[in-house]
């Protein structure tokens, strides 16, 4: 059975950084778009950013672009989301996600899901 493990969120000041790990087993992770997302309460998961099977592309939504970055090593299995410049609204459970050869915004494009880790920022 595949699983997605996300680990490294907390609780942080605002204008910190985190660095979340996604580690996944029992995958062929160098095949795999991965990519994460985040569900504040009360408001849909949305899509933050993502990184293709190489590693070669990033993508990220416009509230992160500049403060977030994505990496991977295929080599661990793992996928990372580097979060700097943290703000209040960036609070929320972030999930990783795998999506089979192509990097998507969307979630119905994803075949399987880390359980989540939760970040809070406090102002």
């Known amino acids: 059975q595949v699983q997605l493990v996300e680990s490294g969120g907390g609780l942080v000041q605002a204008g910190d950084s985190l660095r979340l790990s996604c580690a996944a087993s029992r995958l062929t992770f160098g095949i795999y778009a991965m990519g994460w997302f985040r569900q504040a309460p009360g408001k849909e998961r949305e899509f933050v950013g993502g990184i293709t099977w190489s590693g070669g592309t990033t993508f990220y939504a416009d509230s992160v672009k500049g403060r977030f970055t994505c990496s991977r090593d295929n080599a661990k299995n793992t996928v990372y989301l580097q979060m700097n410049s943290l703000i209040p609204e960036d609070t929320a459970v972030y999930y990783c996600?795998?999506?089979?050869?192509?990097?998507?915004?969307?979630?119905?494009?994803?075949?399987?899901w880390g359980q989540g880790t939760q970040v809070t920022v406090s102002s």
């Open positions: 996600a795998a999506a089979r050869w192509r990097l998507s915004q969307q979630k119905s494009d994803y075949d399987y």
